[in-house]
DNA sequence: TTAACATGCCTAACCGGTTTGGCTATTTTG
DNA sequence: CAAAATAGCCAAACCGGTTAGGCATGTTAA
């Protein structure tokens, strides 16, 4: 009974030491939250290896599972190369057999399946994305476009990313920077007008790209603008089928191109009924001290002695600012200063008296934009599609209509 | 003579040969765009390849190019990893020589290097972007938030994705999946309120989500609204206070919390006074069909035996249609009827009479929404930031102010 | 009977970064 | 003078997809 009995406890205490081992194995995975491989050297050794689990695994596993292409391989014992085939849809045409298609579709569905698009950009080389820079994106002029261009690009599978430059250079180039940097597919840009070099820059690197609302004339580019010669021009008739014979123009100081056919719009008129007097009813205002020196512009043309019966505001903003002022000055409109803005506001009809204006196709830039720009996504084109597009002129009581 | 004379020919014969032999390969090489790799097989032998050049690396050619990690590392003979880390401003951390990293940096500014946002999103998990959902980015109200949180976001380093609902559940449900897919690494939401189930789902998966404007209250979540009962008690209290004792309310059917709290301030307000008169002076309308429900509201307000004398409307957007009933109507405003706007608009003033309006604090809404969502992308929080911002009333003439 | 073709799926490179865990040489310490 | 510490860099796995090319196996044509 002795013998046996030996072997009996030396067995046990065998068993207990490997018991501990193992435990402090276990232990030790779990602490250091490392998982184990198998590993070749190359020179024919086999090691082992306790390799660390990425946080960002662990993560997934606290929030409810993420499914990626390998855990659907590894579940369904079939290549990720062939899921990925199935699951974009040319499963036939790689001739995978319909059985194994629909296990996968079906494990898919069930699993709530979602690429992520990083990596999908990242292998593809593109990113479904478009980028949209516009000077500020609570302008309704700009937010309505905005609108529009994320609509229709959607349509298309695209995604809109969008910034505002505030009318900066230098924040229109760091934004086109960061927009090439998270790989956009092509951009949409209503520039500052301040930044040649960089339009000319995705030009010559051949990068797909659409300008809006203002152009560089002297860089052959795609453009979706509108005419704005056309537009002061309908402006300035209207006024003078009223019988206004001094019309002033409120406007920006140069700089950018549409701000320049709107002078030349209303210039060229003036003069084609001779009835242009020079600048001195043309004031160009800066946009950093607007409210002072509009003041000063309405002052000006209202109080002189050779006062304007007419006033022709070169955008909206010009329109409600210059508005703010002719009240200050129980100006009477239309009585005695007719005005028409260029560009349109949800509420001109609202104000007394409703306000003319000439209406820009918002929509139209919008949707023109993004067709543009999808042609060119899916070849390089050697032509530029350069759109001008007509305004519509709204007239109501701030110009004489009853 | 003779020897010499062939041994030459036959060298010439050989080089030429060979030069042929070259020329083919390297005919081959060009033609069919391969590159050449030495590659062991794994049973010790060593096998040429001919591989072929991705089309991405040739369209790579074409534009100016855009360099990589890897092109770094081959030029510099420094491997990849040291490169990423200097870049990443952990070279002193990481003991890389001043030497490697001044080489490094330099090389890097010369040839303008910039790292590949998705590779970089996709390798570290996260994607430096933010999502923000909106109802319509075209209204003002929106897209001035999403204009600050689109300049505070990038004071971080984020970038903003936005889209647009359109009030539709359906449209909300894919956004947000769609920002998923794309890896943003948190979400503002102005929810549509229909779609409790998402948000549930984000909540518990827990996802950084913000919501603004518009929150669940069965749903403890991060949000940022305004003290909607506050808003419209202030309105109606100063209706009562210019002495106007029955007061309309113009609003939407009911649906979104901020609806129903703008409800209850009317509703508090005029028991507290004494003035409620149930519902019948409540008009409820539907948002698809707005214009005509609009005109039949105002009309009963305005033409009925107890016709009121003050009317209070629960969003901007119902005040200018309203306002355009009223204008139909004749009515004169602040006498007959005076009224106030919950949310104000740029134009409130310019309209005659200028519109008294309770004004949100639109900047806070995006500064303060940005603020909790980035904390929550650093730290998973354990407690929920529910922000109730104060509202202003700005009084004007239409209810009473000389 | 054998070559040619079709079927059905897999292997492995690749996109462009990040990050961990060494490895080697030099310097410091005991 | 050996051991330990430090400096300085690299190899390779990894993120999650896409894609070209190839390899069995079965079928058909010559």
Redesign the pocket.
């Known amino acids: 009974m002795d013998q046996p009995n030996r072997v009996d406890s030396l067995f046990i205490h065998m068993f207990l030491i490997l018991f501990f081992i193992c435990l402090i194995f276990v232990n030790y995975i779990f602490t ?1 939250k ?2 184990i ?1 198998l ?1 070749e050297d ?1 020179k024919g050794k086999i090691c082992l ?1 306790f ?2 689990i ?4 662990l993560a ?1 596993k606290l929030s409810v599972k ?6 659907i391989s590894e579940k369904l ?9 199935v ?2 849809g ?1 499963g036939d045409e ?8 629909e296990k996968i579709v079906k494990y898919a569905n069930e699993h709530n ?4 698009q ?3 950009g ?4 593109k990113s479904e994305t478009i980028g949209l820079i516009v000077p500020n994106i609570s302008d309704t002029f700009y937010s309505r476009i905005a609108r529009r261009i994320e609509r229709k690009a959607r349509l298309s599978g695209y995604t809109v990313v969008y910034s505002s430059t505030g009318e900066s250079r230098t924040r229109e180039n760091e934004l086109i920077q960061m927009m090439l940097d998270r790989q956009v597919d092509g951009l949409i840009i209503a520039s500052t007008q301040k930044n040649q070099e960089d339009v000319v820059r995705l030009k010559n690197q051949q990068f797909p790209f659409v300008l809006i609302d203002r152009h560089y004339p002297d860089v052959e580019t795609n453009f979706v603008v509108v005419d704005n010669a056309g537009g002061t021009s309908k402006a300035v008739e209207q006024l003078i089928k009223l019988g206004k014979k001094h019309i002033g123009f409120v406007t920006l100081k140069p700089g950018l191109e549409a701000i320049r056919q709107r002078l030349i719009g209303y210039e060229e008129t003036l003069k084609k009924y001779g009835l242009y007097e020079g600048m001195k009813n043309v004031k160009e205002l800066d946009p950093d001290h607007l409210d002072c020196e509009m003041m000063e512009a309405i002052k000006s043309l209202v109080q002189s002695t050779h006062k304007v019966d007419g006033i022709v505001f070169a955008t909206h903003y010009l329109t409600t600012q210059g508005l703010r002022e002719l009240r200050k000055l129980s100006v009477k409109i239309p009585h005695e200063i007719a005005i028409v803005s260029f560009g349109q506001m949800s509420f001109f009809d609202l104000i007394e008296p409703p306000i003319t204006s000439v209406n820009q196709p918002v929509e139209e830039i919008g949707d023109k934009a993004v067709e543009i720009l999808l042609d060119n996504l899916v070849e390089k084109k050697l032509t530029y599609d350069q759109q001008y597009l007509k305004t519509k002129l709204e007239i109501r009581k701030s110009c004489g209509k009853n």
Not at 113 to 116: E, K
């Open positions: 250091f490392r998982q491989l590993i190359g290896i390799w660390k990425s946080q960002i695994g997934k993420k499914i990626s292409l390998l855990d014992k079939i290549s990720k190369s062939t899921i990925s085939i699951l974009n040319r790689k001739r995978v057999s319909k059985e194994t298609q399946y979602r690429p992520n990083l990596a999908r990242l292998s593809r080389g």
